[in-house]
């Protein structure tokens, strides 16, 4: 199965825009990049995904590379209430759906 | 709103003990997954079902087997349970494949004694 890589930990202000980087370099063509995210002493929440576009809602956005080996996901203005786990991860259409996740980037956010 | 309920927020168990965790989600979806989460190990997955008495094993489905006998519940069995089967588990559901997302439940927090 593909895999993800994230950086373990990110550090930002509050109020700045936040670029959390995923590299899937062995993604297949019909894998959803999807993103969650997990505060402390919860389950896992949906943030965003997408296939080929990049992809805007309330929460953030995703930016996707033209080859889809690389994603980002932008936080355009960080809040104390972002301070999560994020979770990078492939939907494998293919598998029925199959979620596998990785080890996530550990976002904190500074006054 | 769609709604993942897990049967226990936390439970103790003995070892040797058949284990029983239920989930059940009020959204008619397909797809039910079973993980399980350790610190520093992320999120393991060890069965989905995306589809009544169909089931997948994940990456980690030794010790576990599933039963999805009706569509809104997913149910993970630990046969005998052991103590490194403490963990946090966490059940999800989501409509269908790829392009739908995954509801999460608040989790079963199971201690192994």
């Known amino acids: 199965d593909a895999k993800t890589t994230q950086p373990n930990s990110m550090e930002s202000n509050e109020e700045e825009p936040v670029h959390l980087p995923c590299n899937h370099s062995?993604?297949?063509?019909?894998?959803?990049i999807h993103w969650y995210r997990q505060l402390p002493s919860q389950g896992p929440e949906y943030v965003i995904h997408?296939?080929?576009s990049n992809v805007n809602n309330r929460m953030a956005s995703l930016a996707i590379a033209e080859d889809r080996k690389s994603s980002t996901l932008i936080l355009h203005r960080a809040t104390l209430r972002d301070a999560a786990v994020y979770y990078c991860?492939?939907?494998?259409?293919?598998?029925?759906?199959?979620?596998?996740f990785g080890q996530g980037t550990e976002l904190s956010v500074k006054p | 709103d769609v709604k993942v309920t897990q049967s226990s927020r936390y439970l103790v168990k003995r070892t040797g003990e058949k284990v029983f965790l239920e989930c059940v989600q009020d959204?008619?979806?397909?797809?039910m997954f079973w993980y399980r989460q350790d610190p520093g190990l992320g999120l393991r997955l060890i069965y989905f079902?995306?589809?009544?008495?169909?089931?997948e094993k994940g990456d980690i489905p030794e010790g576990y087997s599933v039963s999805r006998e009706k569509k809104e519940r997913f149910s993970l069995i630990l046969e005998s349970a052991s103590t490194n089967q403490t963990s946090m588990y966490l059940c999800?559901?989501?409509?269908?494949?790829?392009?739908?997302?995954?509801?999460f439940g608040q989790g079963t927090r199971l201690t192994v004694v």
């Open positions: 999800a559901s989501s409509l269908d494949r790829g392009y739908t997302e995954a509801f």
């Open positions: 062995t993604i297949s063509g019909t894998d959803y």
């Open positions: 997408g296939l080929t």
């Open positions: 991860i492939l939907n494998f259409y293919n598998q029925g759906g199959k979620l596998i």
């Open positions: 959204m008619d979806h397909e797809n």
């Open positions: 079902s995306y589809d009544v008495k169909m089931k």
